[in-house]
């Protein structure tokens, strides 16, 4: 069975830093990209961008770069997305889905729920 | 970047047919892909590629695009049917590696 596993639920203060990560499994996972998805309480979904886990080529929406990034460690078919210094505007459900050649998301992770609060 | 404009909400009674809308300049050099949220859950992959439904899927569950418009068409709805609704296709305005979700459209089964 494919899956995507994320790490459980934080709460972090503004300032702090963060890394949270999505384990994939039942697949090849250098045959994929992995994106990052926001959703933020009661809204709609945000891409974020996206890992190449073969050679962890990147690239980022406009309205997410330089706040966050994108790695990945194929040798344990694991994504992260982390954060240098939370704000409170960076709470939300953050989701992982493994992202095809051309174009769809599927599956998606059970998400990470992220709260920001001093 | 690119939008992608859905209504906001829409209904459809128990067995009737619903079609959801997806409007955008990107739709017209690329398919939308289509997923379903339930409220407390992950998305689900609906609808894929032209008119592609993954397994598991019920066959109700339909897509069709034309020109800047991308359709998913619920054929009979269901009660289980109800939730979110979001469309997604690549940016055509900018770095075409990147990808952008519609606003979403909340689907009620009266």
């Known amino acids: 069975e494919v899956q995507l596993v994320q790490s459980g639920a934080e709460v972090k203060k503004p300032g702090e830093s963060l890394r949270i990560s999505c384990k994939g499994s039942g697949y090849s996972f250098t045959s994929y990209w992995i994106s990052w998805v926001r959703q933020m309480p009661g809204k709609g979904l945000e891409w974020m961008g996206r890992?190449?886990?073969?050679?962890?080529?990147?690239n980022y929406s406009p309205s997410f770069q330089g706040h966050v990034t994108i790695s990945a460690d194929k040798s344990i078919s694991t994504a992260y997305l982390q954060w240098s210094s939370l704000k409170a505007s960076d709470t939300a459900m953050y989701y992982c889905?493994?992202?095809?050649?051309?174009?769809?998301?599927?599956?998606w992770g059970q998400g990470t729920l992220v709260t920001v609060s001093s | 970047s690119s939008e992608l404009t859905q209504d906001p909400a829409v209904s459809v009674a128990l067995g009737q047919t619903v079609r959801i809308t997806c409007q955008g300049d990107?739709?017209?050099?690329?398919?939308a892909s289509w997923y379903q949220q339930k409220p407390g859950q992950a998305p689900v992959l609906v609808i894929y590629?032209?008119?592609n439904r993954p397994s598991g899927i019920p066959d109700r569950f339909s897509g069709s695009s034309s020109g800047n418009t991308a359709s998913l068409t619920i054929t009979g709805a269901q009660a289980e049917d109800e939730a979110d609704y979001y469309c997604?296709?690549?940016?055509?305005?900018?770095?075409?590696?990147?990808?952008?979700f519609g606003t979403g459209t909340k689907v009620t089964v009266l």
């Open positions: 997604n296709s690549r940016d055509s305005s900018g770095n075409h590696f990147n990808y952008v």
């Open positions: 990107s739709l017209r050099s690329y398919y």
């Open positions: 590629g032209k008119n």
């Open positions: 889905a493994r992202h095809y050649l051309e174009g769809w998301f599927d599956p």
């Open positions: 890992i190449d886990p073969s050679d962890s080529y990147t």
